[in-house]
């Protein structure tokens, strides 16, 4: 009897040490899991940290890049966060990790959909048409970014460190991730006016009061125009088109640009450099080639930053060159 209670004692302890085994194995997997999750939640964040400071420096100080070059980098920045999204969505959440995965993968798609919008805007913003209403929208997906960081903050972060706490896992809390920063600074559409303005070759950004060109008057060869209708031009050589244009704003404007298309083809420019509050300048644009028997020239004068009405930078007309 004692011998075969020796022996159920043994194997029972050793069932207890099997099962014990057993659990510690599943724990210690578990456990890799929590902190193979938090690593490389820490390691996106860490990147996506290297894309904000590269994004929001280049704003701050673009140096001597060109809009062209101004506008690829961001491009570039914007495939990396759309890089950093689609790792996110392909994180396999161990354990409790399930609500701080749904959390994370809202933080990388606000911050992905947003840079794709500001990507989207930027060349736009950057130029002379339209580039007012382009600024806007970049200025509100600032917001969104910073959306993101909320979240990040609030739920991610506290969410993913709890679960490993309460794991008994040390040494693996994950990094803080913050996209914009400086505060609020970069939610003004002012701020992010002048930020672009500063890029070499942009239109600059718009200064406070009201802006706004008109055209005055086209003539050919000393010719005037008269829009929506026909004149008769004679001359010999390359005729030239010459486009009179009022500073209707309060504010010199500076590189205003002027184009006339031919026949809905061919399109000229000519630039003047500047006019005061005002005050009207003429730019002189040649037609090359030279146009034969009757064309249309459509005049065009390229909105500057802040001017909200355009209709009158655009007139049409018929001319035989005779």
């Not at 043994?10 to 194995?25: D, Q």
Request: proline letters at 4%; aromatic letters at 4%; charged letters at 20%.
């Amino acid at each position: 009897m004692l011998r075969r209670g020796l022996a159920l004692g043994g194997g029972l302890l050793l069932v207890i040490l099997i099962v014990l085994g057993v659990k510690g194995c599943l724990d210690a997997r578990a456990h890799r899991a929590l902190s193979d999750y938090a690593r490389n939640v820490s390691e996106i964040a860490t990147e996506t940290e290297h894309t904000s400071k590269s994004f929001f420096g280049k704003l701050a100080n673009p140096g001597n890049l060109s809009v062209t070059e101004f506008v690829t980098q961001v491009e570039a920045e914007r495939g990396a966060m759309d890089g950093y999204a689609s790792r996110v969505d392909g994180l396999s959440a161990p354990g409790d990790m399930g609500d701080a995965q749904s959390a994370l993968e809202l933080v990388y798609k606000l911050r992905s959909d947003a840079m794709d919008e500001i990507a989207e805007q930027m060349s736009t913003a950057l130029g002379d048409v339209g580039a007012q209403k382009a600024t806007a929208k970049i200025a509100k997906e600032m917001q969104t970014l910073m959306g993101s960081d909320v979240v990040y903050a609030e739920v991610v972060r506290p969410e993913i460190d709890g679960v490993l706490a309460s794991n008994g896992i040390e040494g693996s809390d994950v990094p803080a991730s913050v996209f914009v920063p400086e505060g609020t600074k970069w939610l003004d559409e002012a701020t992010v006016a002048a930020a672009l303005g500063s890029v070499s070759g942009a239109s600059g950004p718009a200064t406070p009061g009201v802006h706004g060109l008109g055209l005055i008057s086209t003539s050919v060869n000393g010719t005037e125009l008269v829009a929506e209708s026909t004149t008769g031009v004679i001359g010999e050589g390359t005729p030239e088109v010459e486009v009179e244009v009022q500073n209707q704003g309060g504010s010199t404007e500076n590189g205003i640009s002027v184009s006339v298309t031919v026949n809905g083809g061919t399109t000229l420019q000519g630039t003047i450099e500047t006019i005061g509050a005002g005050e009207s300048e003429t730019v002189s644009i040649p037609l090359t080639p030279a146009p034969k028997g009757e064309a249309t020239l459509e005049v065009d004068v390229a909105t500057v930053p802040g001017e909200l009405v355009s209709e009158n930078n655009k007139a049409s007309y018929t001319v035989v060159f005779e």
